[in-house]
Structures are given as structure tokens and as C-alpha cells.
């Protein structure tokens, strides 16, 4: 078990550009969560997999951004026209069969938007 | 609304001495409630989490947690902290209901400095 890996671990970009950020999750994991870090504040919910279907999207998630986990293994985040704003820390986790069980985290992709 | 509290941004402890770190939160029902620890440049790790039972919970490196429903609170606690502990700390909760998807509602954290 390898845990959580995310990649690339560090981007910086300039404003209006876009980006998209890998996450594998331990294998067999059926749930897939996304998290946004900004400094000082905790992580807050982005989206979520179960599987391949996208369940739960954060009011956060505004339409710049969309994620894919396509056959139910990684998934993908993009975000589209970057922003200043969209610095931050990209968690990604991933819990294993159906309820409320452990997230596993990865390290996270830190964005910074020039 | 939802929300974790930690009240207490930043705390600093010398070496061998005892830590509480605070939690509360706010929800109709009593939710899933973790602890994680966030060192730099390393992802968020479980430290102990609280499902039901017994309102004392051990976790890892030595730590305890203890639910106190009528204060809806959830306090990280080590009796005897090292260098190696100073992080950054995280309450959760996880809301239960129908639909649920076990996402995680965060505190801001607690920053744990330890002196010498």
C-alpha cells in the first residue's frame, strides 16, 4: 500500500492559465475526495467520487473547475483561466468501501498564480 | 450552519509538558469527529477519530481525545508532548444523514509550537 500520491507536487502558473493536477488513490478505494488549503485556514470540501460518478459538489467548485475520475481509479482536477485566487494547497483523499471510514491524504499540489 | 471551532490558533508548550488542544463544533446530531495532524510539507494524518462508545479515545503517538456531549466539544489531549509534535492540528467532523458522503467540515487548526 503506497498511500495517497498526488502530482505534481508544486505549480506555478500565470494568471489565466490553466492547470490540472493528478491524484491516485490507495488502490481499491472507492471514494475520492477533493479539498481546497488556503494559508492559515483548514482544508475545505471541493468535490467528491464514488467511484466514477461525481456525487457532491462544493459551491466552491465554481465552473472553472471540474474533476474527472474516469474508470474509478485517479482522478483529475482542472482548473480553467486561472486566477490569483485560486493559490492554494489541492488536497486529495481517499477512504475505503461504503460509510464514513478513514480518509487517507495525499501531500497535496501547492498552486501559486502569478 | 455547520461549522469546527478551535478556538485557540496558536499554542506553545515546553517539552514534556501536558497539551489540550480545543474543538467544538456545531450540528443538530453528533457527528463522526477526527483529529488530524498536518506537519510541513507532509499530508494530513489521522491521529484518533470518534465514531460511538466509549468517549475516551486513544489514538496515535500517544494521544487521547475525549466527547463531551453536552459541551459538544472534542479536545486533543497528550499528557507529555515532544519536539517532534509541534504541527499544525486539525479537528473534523464528518455530518451523518441521509445522502451523506463523508466529507470532511474542518476547523482552522491549531499551530502547536514546542519549546526546548
Known amino acids: 500500500d503506497t498511500g495517497v500520491s498526488q502530482d505534481p507536487r508544486h505549480k506555478i502558473t500565470k494568471r489565466g492559465q490553466n492547470v490540472t493536477f493528478r491524484c491516485d488513490p490507495i488502490s481499491e478505494h472507492n471514494r475520492l475526495y477533493w479539498y481546497r488549503q488556503t494559508l492559515g485556514q483548514g482544508p475545505e470540501f471541493l468535490t467528491y467520487f464514488q467511484n466514477e460518478a461525481q456525487l457532491e459538489k462544493s459551491r466552491l467548485l465554481s465552473d472553472r473547475f471540474s474533476a474527472e475520475r474516469p474508470k474509478g481509479s485517479f482522478s483529475t482536477l482542472e482548473i480553467q483561466r486561472t486566477e490569483q485566487g485560486d493559490s492554494a494547497m489541492y488536497l486529495c483523499?481517499?477512504?475505503?468501501?461504503?460509510?464514513?471510514?478513514?480518509?487517507?491524504f495525499g501531500p497535496g499540489t501547492r498552486l501559486l498564480v502569478l | 450552519a455547520q461549522s469546527v471551532t478551535q478556538p485557540d490558533i496558536h499554542i506553545t508548550v515546553s517539552e514534556g509538558a501536558s497539551l489540550e488542544l480545543r474543538c467544538n463544533y456545531s450540528?443538530?446530531?453528533?457527528?463522526?469527529l477526527f483529529w488530524y495532524v498536518q506537519s510541513p510539507g507532509q499530508g494530513l494524518q489521522l491521529l484518533l477519530k470518534y465514531f460511538s462508545g466509549d468517549t475516551l479515545v486513544q489514538g496515535i503517538k500517544g494521544f487521547e481525545a475525549e466527547f463531551k456531549r453536552s459541551q459538544s466539544s472534542f479536545n486533543l489531549r497528550k499528557p507529555s508532548v515532544h519536539w517532534s509534535d509541534a504541527a499544525e492540528y486539525f479537528c473534523?467532523?464528518?455530518?451523518?444523514?441521509?445522502?451523506?458522503?463523508?466529507?470532511?467540515?474542518f476547523g482552522q487548526g491549531t499551530t502547536l509550537q514546542v519549546k526546548p
Open positions: 483523499a481517499s477512504s475505503p468501501v461504503v460509510g464514513l471510514e478513514t480518509q487517507y
Open positions: 450540528y443538530g446530531a453528533t457527528p463522526y
Open positions: 473534523a467532523v464528518a455530518p451523518l444523514g441521509s445522502g451523506n458522503t463523508g466529507k470532511l467540515i
